[in-house]
């Protein structure tokens, strides 16, 4: 790999554990004071249950990627597939812009992760 490839995919995942890190963060916390508060469909158990996989997920992706583990593409497209339905169900329930667009950008970066060569 030559240097400029190895300093882009550096970059990449660099900007794919902050995209992860943010969606943790945004979920968990969204589901936890927003959801909860607000109740009805915001706790109903597929879509709270969504955002909490999706926070997991999102950690669990940063972690193997700071790691440098060798399935960390297998995961980011694992993450990638979950952030979208997290935003697909944040979108349906409403009120929750910020929760859609941290899936969102985690998982165009989840996608561009999952499909760098090595």
Do not use: Y
């Amino acid at each position: 790999m030559n240097q400029q490839t190895h300093t882009s995919s550096e970059h990449g995942m660099s900007a794919c554990i902050e995209a992860c890190s943010h969606c943790h963060q945004v979920c968990l916390q969204s589901a936890m004071n927003h959801c909860l508060k607000v109740g009805g469909k915001h706790v109903e158990a597929e879509h709270f249950r969504l955002m909490i996989s999706c926070a997991e997920i999102c950690q669990t992706s940063a972690n193997f990627q700071l790691m440098g583990s060798p399935f960390h593409q297998r995961v980011c497209e694992v993450c990638a597939e979950v952030c979208e339905a997290c935003a697909l169900s944040c979108e349906k329930v409403g009120g929750m812009e910020a929760c859609v667009k941290a899936c969102r950008d985690c998982a165009e970066s989840c996608r561009k992760m999952a499909n760098v060569q090595h």
